[in-house]
């Protein structure tokens, strides 16, 4: 009996240090991976100095920050990482002017107040206008900031849903990721300056995606409770009736003929320009929900080679115009005049060729005419 209890024991021994062999291997790969990086990191930057002394548009090391890093690094080529340098270069040149105008534009300020005060001091009269004797308000920044915010809280009581599918992170790439949350949020800033906004739900959310991280630096207090937009982790067939949820998707079949304001529609939230699969018409299928598509087709002409895409601010102020007025044409200004043919400014042209009376002798044939001009040939 006891040599069982002895070779367990062995095992065991055995399998406690294959964990700590294994947890060291770990810890000496990871180590070893972060040394390789600060290898390639210093091989890149000696590339940028090269370069830079060799007159090529890259950025200076103190304007390139640690996520510029992160991107360069992933970069295999060196003409990709020479194309990232000269568009760090242009983000790099467009900051510097802008600080330049902002303390030009400060400089002319200071100058105007000044001559404004020596002219206050010099007259000796009533001055009438802002910050003087007026019965006009100044509505400041913050005024409006509250009245906008105001408009959005009402609808969270009594406006329709807007949804926005936030589940298709993995279908993009970094780039259609960092676009997507920059049209998110551009969706929010015209819903908040309409008159009559939508109640925002942003559904499964994952903080930890590259949408959110980029819509978080957009909107960094979209997290705090006061904030007047939803953002939920669960799926929208938690938080709303299966039975008043729309997609929309342009893939389906169907056409969205007039708005319900009891409907809750819903708008995949994707950048594809890489991947074009109908991901949204088969997640409709997949949960049993109602779709429909926006009737582009009927009211709109399209350019041959232009694309039927719509960004997500695009799909909001549509929406917008379609909620208020319930007028198509109307609402379908938002798409950009490049995809589309306007009729009513192309000039009128006929393929008929017109002739004059007197000269129809001219096209009449005639056999002896005719027969003569062929001997001559």
Known sequence: MAFPQSSRIVSQQLISRTKVDFAANVQTSGKQSDINEEKRQKIIELEMDVLRQEGHRVPEPEFVTSSHWEQILSLKSKSARRKYYSYLWQVERKRENKEAKKEERK???EERRAAEREAVENNQHIIYGLGHTSFLLRIYDTTIN???????????????????DCSYDEYMTKR????AAKQLMLCFATNRNHTEPFDLHFCNVNFNSTTMHYLE???PTMREPEFPLNLHEECFTKVFPKEK??????HCKENLEEFNHDDVYIVGCMVDKVNNEPL???????????????????????????GKSLTLNQMTDILLDVK?????????????TRKTFDFSTAPVRSNRVTVKKEN????KFNIDTWSSKVRKY
């Open 245 to 250: 949820l729309v997609y929309l998707t342009p």
């Open 324 to 336: 208020k007025n319930g007028d198509w044409k109307n609402a379908l200004r938002h798409v950009p």
């Open 280 to 306: 949204s018409l088969a997640k409709a299928k997949k949960l049993g929900l109602r779709m429909a598509r926006l009737p582009l087709d009927r009211y709109l002409q399209w350019k041959a080679g232009s």
């Open 360 to 363: 129809l002798d001219r096209y």
């Open 217 to 219: 630096k957009h909107i």
């Open 176 to 179: 259609e990721s960092i676009n």
């Open 146 to 164: 509250h009245w906008n915010n105001n408009k959005l809280i009402q609808a969270m009581q009594f406006g329709p849903k807007l949804v926005f």
């Open 107 to 109: 400089q002319k300020v």
